[in-house]
């Protein structure tokens, strides 16, 4: 009698040690998946000089804005040139004293602006080549923007 009582309190307490053992592994394979997958969304600077994690560090695209001041129907200073890279996300913010549609040319993206009013074109740099940007109904280049490849 006292070795059947002995058997079963020995199997219930290694029944309760490998479910502690489960339980435990599972709580811990649970934080290294979330530091791996935090690490991986983050974008990464690197720390060595080696040329892939350098070529995947420049692959992330930028935000760029460009802005236009538009005077009396013409870009303050002359036409403004920019130039953004391939995937960039970019802003045209065009400020203008007068009411007109502004056109970014090959990405096909307008907005009308007001007299005394600011327009923003956001659009991601897909299409790599020289794009102008002008207002549709005087015919007026303001902007000049290159995408490179």
Request: glycine share 8%.
């Amino acid at each position: 009698m006292y070795v059947r009582r002995l058997t079963v309190v020995l199997c219930a307490a290694a029944a309760l040690l490998a479910a502690g053992f489960a339980l435990a592994s599972c709580g811990g394979d649970d934080d290294v998946g979330t530091t791996e997958t935090t690490t991986l969304t983050r974008p990464t600077i690197p720390t060595t000089t080696d040329t892939t994690a350098t070529a995947t560090t420049t692959e992330v695209a930028q935000l760029r804005i460009v802005r236009v001041q538009v005077v009396e129907g013409a870009p303050q200073g002359g036409i403004v040139r920019e130039t953004v890279q391939k995937n960039d996300r970019v802003v045209l913010v065009i400020t203008s004293d007068v009411a007109d549609e502004v056109h970014l040319h090959g990405y096909d993206v307008t907005r009308d602006v007001s007299a005394g009013g600011t327009v923003r074109l956001p659009f991601t740099a897909s299409l790599p080549g020289r794009f102008e940007v002008e207002l549709e109904d005087r015919g007026a280049q303001i902007a000049d923007l290159t995408v490179q490849p």
